[in-house]
């Protein structure tokens, strides 16, 4: 979670913990239709924690959207046709979380425990670069329940965030960014959550 709901006074900037660290490593092909994400052994297995191993998540044009990790076969997850961009995390149960771009609407596709299956929320009209992270995979975090699946984007110029702990229907505003797009979020080396943003050319 985010404490009190603000980026801190004071930053404090750092690496990204692996393998949000790896941006341009010959091994992996950081895209806007890829991603990568330390999970556990297998889907919807939380049996060794979130930080297992690496999983990656990519599409092709068709819009195909395919999942693989260590010991894990490749396999078709889901079919998205007209995606532009993807992020994903895993829940504290393992559960796939998405954030992407499909047809010019930027969308979340996460497990609802309410009707007991994934649901899709639309963001609101003139959100971009929607990505999201289990802020803390440390077990530890897991077990006292002070971790979240964040959601962050960027819309008219100010990079908002939603919450796991609100079934993401809360809106909130962490500050004015211009003409900035959001890269990628996630924990830093110095156990903070950080967000990498680039100007749109």
Known sequence: MIPMGRLSTTPVPSDFVPPDDLEGAATFEFGPISDYEMGGKAISDPSLGNQDRVWRMTANELGEVYFYAEENPEFLFITLPGLTELSFTFDQNMRPV??????????????NTVPGDYVVTDLPAGSISPRVSLDDKRQTQTALGDNDVILAYVRNGNLYYRQQRD??????????????KLIRIGMNMGNRLQFLLEEIL
Request: charged share 20%; hydrophobic share 45%.
């Open 98 to 111: 998405l954030a992407y771009v499909q047809n010019g609407v930027a969308r979340l596709r996460w497990y």
């Open 167 to 180: 079934r993401y229907e809360n809106e909130y505003l962490l500050a004015a960014v211009g003409s900035a």
